[in-house]
């Protein structure tokens, strides 16, 4: 049981290339999250999928596209990487569907992106 | 939406002392209050949380209260330890909404 495993884990890209962080859970999550962490701005969601089928956009959306290919995926993709989206990115999932349901969110072990 | 916030960003205690973080929420409807621990370098980990209907919750030398009136909870460290060094962020839900709102987070640092 991997729990929730992110690839790759370091990339550098260049201005303008594209590229997708990829996300699969084992757990039988229903839930599933991208976060960004930067200094000083704690973590900050993406956007998320509720169930299979559906996505919908966090506080920082701009810049991002998601899939939700299956119960267990979840990628995120830059389609012109800028500067400002160098981070440390995150995925995770939950159990539940609900907030209140009081399901623990898990993370993955992160990616670190570095836009030159 | 649900805004938290977390103070102070920064403490500092001497090993063996007691750490408290203080968070506060917005959304008075909001039911699940989780806490997650941060080791450089590492994801965020669940170490606490708690429910709106009960007051406080303890595990060993970690507890976390809440004041649903104020609209605050607090995390509570005991007998601090060099390992309890990390960045410690806490949470709110919303019964019927998928996100969690996380605060900004709050570096502790044990000096030994």
């Known amino acids: 049981n991997a729990g929730v495993t992110q690839t790759p884990k370091f990339q550098v890209l260049k201005t303008g290339q594209s590229m997708t962080l990829q996300c699969a859970q084992d757990m039988n999550h229903n839930s599933m999250y991208w976060y960004r962490q930067d200094p000083g701005m704690g973590l900050r969601l993406i956007y998320y999928?509720?169930?299979?089928?559906?996505?919908d956009k966090g506080e920082v959306p701009n810049g991002y596209n998601v899939s939700r290919l299956n119960k267990r995926e979840f990628s995120l993709r830059l389609e012109s990487a800028a500067p400002s989206q160098t981070s440390v990115y995150f995925c995770a999932s939950r159990e539940g569907a609900g907030g209140g349901s009081g399901n623990t969110i898990y993370f993955g072990e992160g990616s670190w992106l570095t836009v030159v | 939406g649900e805004n938290v916030e977390q103070h102070p960003s920064t403490l500092s205690v001497q090993e063996g002392d007691s750490a408290v973080i203080k968070c506060t929420y917005s959304d008075s409807a909001s039911n699940y209050f989780p806490w997650y621990k941060q080791e450089l370098g590492k994801r965020p980990q669940l170490i606490i949380d708690?429910?709106?209907?009960?007051g406080e919750k303890k595990d060993q030398r970690i507890a976390v209260t809440l004041n649903k009136t104020a609209k605050h909870f607090s995390l509570h460290i005991t007998e601090t330890q060099p390992e309890d060094s990390a960045v410690y962020f806490c949470?709110?839900?919303?019964?019927?909404?998928?996100?969690?709102?996380f605060g900004k987070g709050n570096q502790v640092v044990v000096i030994p």
């Open positions: 708690i429910r709106s209907n009960v």
């Open positions: 999928s509720a169930s299979e089928g559906t996505t």
């Open positions: 949470a709110a839900s919303t019964y019927g909404n998928n996100r969690l709102a």
